[in-house]
């Protein structure tokens, strides 16, 4: 089946510096690449997905690449705030979804 | 719409107990999912579902069993519970088309002792 690994697993980043999430998938079927922003005590909320045909997409200050040759996908958030502190999960899917083991970003005001 | 509900928020099992824990969407989606969640883990894919009367096991299914009566409900039962059942179970659904977005319910918290 699809394993996905996620680095790093902690991240702490001054506030408005950017911060840059990677994940690695092993199934080249995989053609699906959502991310996940899982605040404490709190659902997983999806926040930017791509697809297998796509190279990079962005919404506002997030921005997900896809490398399909390398299969590894990257989240970067940039001007990050105080509010962009949570854990974040990357998943791969061929059907279903693979999540990584998650990264707890940290914003130091 | 209400979305992805769960019941209960939060239960105590004694080991060997037996609950099951409800999830409902009103969103008309045909695939519903299970997954559970370890203090600082990702999530565990337990059983799915891709319509009613069709249940399948996912990466964790030992200790769980799960019927689809309906396009809403997807109830997951626990027979016997065990400490190592202890985690937060999420329930999550999507509909079909070319959007593959997964919506979670808020999370039962359960704790065996």
């Given amino acids: 089946g699809e394993n996905v690994e996620q680095h790093p697993s ?3 980043v001054q506030e408005g510096d950017s911060a840059v999430i990677k994940c690695t998938y092993s199934d080249s079927a995989s053609n699906y690449f959502p991310w ?3 605040e404490l005590g709190k659902r997983p909320q999806l926040i930017i997905d791509i697809r297998s045909n796509v190279g990079e997409k962005k919404d506002q200050r997030i921005a997900v690449t896809l490398n399909k040759t390398a299969k590894h996908f990257s989240l970067h958030i940039t001007e990050t705030q105080p509010e ?9 899917s061929i059907g279903r979804l693979t999540f990584g083991t998650g ?3 940290t914003i130091i005001p | 719409n209400a979305g992805v509900t769960q019941t209960p928020k ?3 099992l004694k080991i060997g107990q037996s609950m099951t824990l409800q999830c409902t969407q009103d969103m008309n989606h045909n ?3 299970w997954y559970r969640q370890d203090p600082g883990m990702g999530l565990k894919l337990i059983y799915y579902s891709v319509g009613a009367g069709i249940t399948d096991k996912g990466e964790v299914p030992n200790g769980y069993n799960v019927s689809r009566s309906t ?3 997807f109830p ?3 027979e016997l519970a065990a400490p190592s059942q202890t985690s937060v179970y999420f329930c999550a659904s999507k509909g079909t088309g070319k959007r593959e977005t997964q919506y979670f319910g808020p999370g039962t918290r359960l704790l065996v002792l």
């Fill in chain 1, 10 to 12: 902690t991240l702490s």
């Fill in chain 1, 36 to 38: 996940y922003k899982q």
């Fill in chain 1, 84 to 92: 962009d502190s949570a854990v974040y999960f990357c998943a791969a």
């Fill in chain 1, 103 to 105: 990264t707890r970003l």
């Fill in chain 2, 10 to 12: 939060f239960r105590i």
């Fill in chain 2, 31 to 33: 695939y519903m999912y």
């Fill in chain 2, 71 to 73: 396009t809403e409900d």
């Fill in chain 2, 76 to 78: 997951l039962r626990l």
